[in-house]
C-alpha cells in the first residue's frame, strides 16, 4: 500500500499497522539506515521520534546514537529474533522510487535502502519511505532533508497512533 502524507492517508496508514499487530506481543520495529548520509537517516530519526516524542510501547532498535546497517544488521537481527520471537517485526528503512515522499507499506522486508540494495530479507512488513528518485545518476546528497523528516514524522506518528490503540484494546478486553 502507498500512502501520502496528509491527514487522511495518515488514519488509513495507522489503521493498516494496528491490524498488523500481533495482540500479545509487543511490536518491535527495527530502524535501519545512518546518520551520515540525509539519504540513509530516515529510519534512525523515526527511532527518536518513536522513543522520545511518542515514547511508543514497542521494542524499537536503531537511532541517531546508533544506526543499524550492513556491518552490524545480521547481528541485531540475530538478537531479536532470540529476545522477540512472536513479535511482529517491521522493518523501517528508506528506499528510492519515482513517487519522492511517498510511504510505503508491504509484507515482507529487505534492509538496504528498502528494495534497492536487498540485504536480506528480514521481518514481516516493511515501511519504506521513499527520499529520492531512483536513477543511475542518484547522488547521495542529493536529498532534501525537508522531505526526509516530513516522512519521519508521518511514519513515527502513524505508528505511535496504531500501537496506542492496541494498548488501549488489550486493557479493554483485559478488563471486560
Known amino acids: 500500500m502507498v500512502f501520502d502524507r496528509n491527514r487522511d492517508d495518515l488514519k488509513r496508514f495507522s489503521l493498516e499497522i494496528f491490524q498488523k499487530l500481533d495482540g500479545k506481543n509487543?511490536?518491535?520495529?527495527?530502524?535501519?539506515?545512518?546518520?551520515?548520509?540525509?539519504?540513509?537517516?530516515?529510519?534512525?530519526?523515526?527511532?527518536?521520534?518513536?522513543?522520545?516524542?511518542?515514547?511508543?510501547?514497542?521494542?524499537?532498535?536503531?537511532?541517531?546514537?546508533?544506526?543499524?546497517?550492513?556491518?552490524?544488521?545480521?547481528?541485531?537481527?540475530?538478537?531479536?529474533e532470540t529476545q522477540h520471537p512472536?513479535?511482529?517485526?517491521?522493518?523501517?528503512?528508506?528506499?528510492?522510487?519515482?513517487?519522492?515522499?511517498?510511504?510505503?507499506?508491504?509484507?515482507?522486508?529487505?534492509?538496504?535502502?528498502?528494495?534497492?540494495?536487498?540485504?536480506?530479507?528480514?521481518?514481516?512488513?516493511?515501511?519504506l519511505g521513499v527520499v529520492e528518485k531512483k536513477s543511475a545518476q542518484f547522488n547521495l546528497n542529493s536529498t532534501r532533508m525537508k522531505i526526509v523528516l516530513e516522512l519521519a514524522e508521518f511514519i513515527a506518528k502513524g505508528c505511535a497512533m496504531a500501537v496506542s490503540t492496541r494498548a488501549k484494546f488489550c486493557r479493554e478486553i483485559v478488563n471486560a
Open 26 to 80: 509487543k511490536p518491535v520495529f527495527l530502524c535501519v539506515g545512518s546518520d551520515k548520509f540525509v539519504c540513509d537517516s530516515l529510519a534512525p530519526i523515526v527511532a527518536e521520534l518513536m522513543r522520545k516524542q511518542y515514547d511508543i510501547d514497542a521494542f524499537v532498535y536503531g537511532g541517531l546514537d546508533y544506526n543499524i546497517n550492513a556491518n552490524n544488521l545480521m547481528q541485531v537481527v540475530n538478537y531479536i
Open 86 to 127: 512472536f513479535s511482529t517485526l517491521f522493518l523501517i528503512d528508506a528506499t528510492l522510487d519515482c513517487e519522492v515522499g511517498k510511504i510505503i507499506l508491504n509484507e515482507g522486508s529487505f534492509a538496504g535502502l528498502g528494495r534497492c540494495l536487498p540485504i536480506r530479507k528480514i521481518g514481516v512488513y516493511s515501511i
